[in-house]
């Protein structure tokens, strides 16, 4: 049986600036992984994709994809305050001719989790001028983003504020506080830079702007709804609401979790988890699509992330396959989908560790080789008949 996508659907693949490019010496995340070598592993070189993003994109394009998201850096860009790197500009403006070149429609992220050193630690976004500097920063941004269709603002807002949440408990001298909801006094400065930063990119740029958040696809226990309807709120659903004016939401998914009456329930420990430790739940995406939709209404959705971690590459096949006829099943319900983008295009960092592999693609770390998996030529083939 064969199941089509709709006309115009974006397939692609996802990276970001931080996980591929190597060497972002200002930005905080560098930083953070000197000032916690050992815990945290460093990023150093990454897989050099700042050099080699056409040979990034020439293996997107060549096994029939039609779109590329990728990030541009606020650190390169504002290495200090209020100094914009010309060259660096010019750098991201070529990556955004190599894509369209090649025949792949560039979906832009302007904040992947980084920034400027000079703007802080956990401390960043709390600061009274943080909404107003972001909006300077894409008000540069901008300069080079003319005929770029997709533009996300800021990537998992959520995760963000987890991440800077937790990041102050340490700097109080508090113990790391795993498993933390996201911090809404930081979610909600988050939602006020997105809410100033999405007019001008829409002014100045003339793109579908919106921005990406993590879903987790909570699900109640039984007795457990009303802590579900609370975390949920938390985790995602404020974040969900600040998209209802926007030109579409960036779903990102990758498994799923029940919420009982005291929270959310840890993944039990499972020979089937991936190298994330999460459960296998390739079922997560058209939870977390049909969630979103709940919440944002008729709002365009792109699934800007899903992927696993695994290395048995069979296995990352099958998990997209269950994932992909969720997706076209909740499509045929009505709900507007306009793509689908792997996480990730290439086997890079995550976020302090090597050793979870979610590409299409693997990378010889000491030489930059790249070596195309089974599951990019698998994906590149739904990719060009538009159709399980």
Not at 205 to 210: E, L, Q, R, S
Not at 256 to 266: A, F, H, K, T, Y
Not at 350 to 359: A, C, I, N, S, Y
């Given at each position: 049986?064969?199941?089509?996508?709709?006309?115009?659907?974006?397939?692609?693949?996802?990276?970001?600036?931080?996980?591929?490019?190597?060497?972002?010496?200002?930005?905080?995340?560098?930083?953070?992984?000197?000032?916690?070598?050992?815990?945290?592993?460093?990023?150093?070189?990454?897989?050099?994709?700042?050099?080699?993003?056409?040979?990034?994109?020439?293996?997107?394009?060549?096994?029939?994809?039609?779109?590329?998201?990728?990030?541009?850096?606020?650190?390169?860009?504002?290495?200090?305050?209020?100094?914009?790197?010309?060259?660096?500009?010019?750098?991201?403006?070529?990556?955004?001719?190599?894509?369209?070149?090649?025949?792949?429609?560039?979906?832009?992220?302007?904040?992947?989790?980084?920034?400027?050193?000079?703007?802080?630690?956990?401390?960043?976004?709390?600061?009274?001028?943080?909404?107003?500097?972001?909006?300077?920063?894409?008000?540069?941004?901008?300069t080079i983003l003319d005929g770029v269709e997709w533009i996300c603002t800021i990537n998992e807002p959520n995760v963000l504020a987890v991440n800077h949440g937790a990041l102050a408990e340490v700097a109080a001298g508090r113990p790391y506080p795993f498993n933390a909801l996201p911090d809404t006094k930081i979610g909600?400065?988050?939602?006020?830079?997105?809410?100033?930063?999405?007019?001008?990119?829409?002014?100045?740029?003339?793109?579908?702007?919106?921005?990406?958040?993590?879903?987790?696809?909570?699900?109640?226990?039984?007795?457990?709804?009303?802590?579900?309807?609370?975390?949920?709120?938390?985790?995602?659903?404020?974040?969900?609401?600040?998209?209802?004016?926007?030109?579409?939401?960036?779903?990102?998914?990758?498994?799923?979790?029940?919420?009982?009456?005291?929270?959310?329930?840890?993944?039990?420990?499972?020979?089937?988890?991936?190298?994330?430790?999460?459960?296998?739940?390739?079922?997560?995406?058209?939870?977390?699509?049909?969630?979103?939709?709940?919440?944002?209404?008729?709002?365009?959705?792109?699934?800007?992330?899903?992927?696993?971690?695994?290395?048995?590459?069979?296995?990352?096949?099958?998990?997209?396959?269950?994932?992909?006829?969720?997706?076209?099943?909740?499509?045929?319900?009505?709900?507007?989908?306009?793509?689908?983008?792997?996480?990730?295009?290439?086997?890079?960092?995550?976020?302090g560790r090597w050793e979870p592999t979610f590409g299409l693609v693997a990378v010889d770390r000491g030489t930059f080789e790249r070596r195309a998996k089974p599951s990019l030529a698998w994906l590149g083939s739904v990719a060009r008949a538009n159709a399980l």
């Amino acid at each position: 049986m064969t199941r089509p996508f709709p006309d115009g659907f974006l397939w692609g693949a996802a990276t970001s600036a931080h996980q591929t490019e190597g060497n972002n010496l200002n930005s905080d995340w560098w930083k953070l992984e000197q000032d916690m070598a050992g815990p945290i592993q460093p990023s150093g070189d990454a897989v050099d994709s700042y050099h080699r993003y056409e040979q990034d994109m020439r293996l997107l394009a060549d096994a029939g994809f039609n779109a590329y998201r990728f990030s541009i850096e606020w650190a390169r860009i504002e290495p200090v305050p209020g100094t914009f790197s010309r060259a660096e500009l010019a750098h991201y403006r070529r990556m955004i001719d190599t894509a369209q070149r090649l025949g792949l429609t560039p979906v832009v992220t302007l904040h992947h989790f980084t920034h400027p050193v000079w703007l802080g630690a956990h401390d960043a976004w709390l600061r009274d001028d943080a909404v107003d500097l972001f909006a300077r920063y894409v008000e540069q941004a901008c300069t080079i983003l003319d005929g770029v269709e997709w533009i996300c603002t800021i990537n998992e807002p959520n995760v963000l504020a987890v991440n800077h949440g937790a990041l102050a408990e340490v700097a109080a001298g508090r113990p790391y506080p795993f498993n933390a909801l996201p911090d809404t006094k930081i979610g909600t400065v988050l939602i006020e830079a997105h809410r100033a930063a999405a007019p001008l990119v829409r002014q100045a740029t003339g793109a579908k702007v919106g921005w990406t958040v993590a879903n987790q696809a909570l699900v109640p226990a039984p007795g457990g709804e009303a802590k579900h309807a609370e975390v949920q709120h938390i985790w995602e659903d404020m974040y969900l609401e600040a998209s209802r004016d926007d030109d579409f939401v960036g779903v990102q998914s990758y498994t799923s979790q029940l919420v009982d009456e005291n929270g959310i329930v840890p993944h039990p420990e499972r020979p089937g988890n991936t190298l994330m430790g999460w459960a296998y739940r390739p079922d997560a995406l058209a939870i977390a699509v049909r969630h979103t939709r709940n919440v944002v209404g008729d709002v365009p959705i792109v699934v800007t992330e899903n992927g696993i971690a695994t290395t048995d590459d069979e296995r990352r096949i099958a998990y997209t396959t269950t994932a992909l006829q969720g997706l076209h099943a909740a499509i045929d319900d009505g709900i507007d989908v306009r793509g689908y983008l792997h996480w990730s295009l290439l086997d890079n960092v995550e976020w302090g560790r090597w050793e979870p592999t979610f590409g299409l693609v693997a990378v010889d770390r000491g030489t930059f080789e790249r070596r195309a998996k089974p599951s990019l030529a698998w994906l590149g083939s739904v990719a060009r008949a538009n159709a399980l």
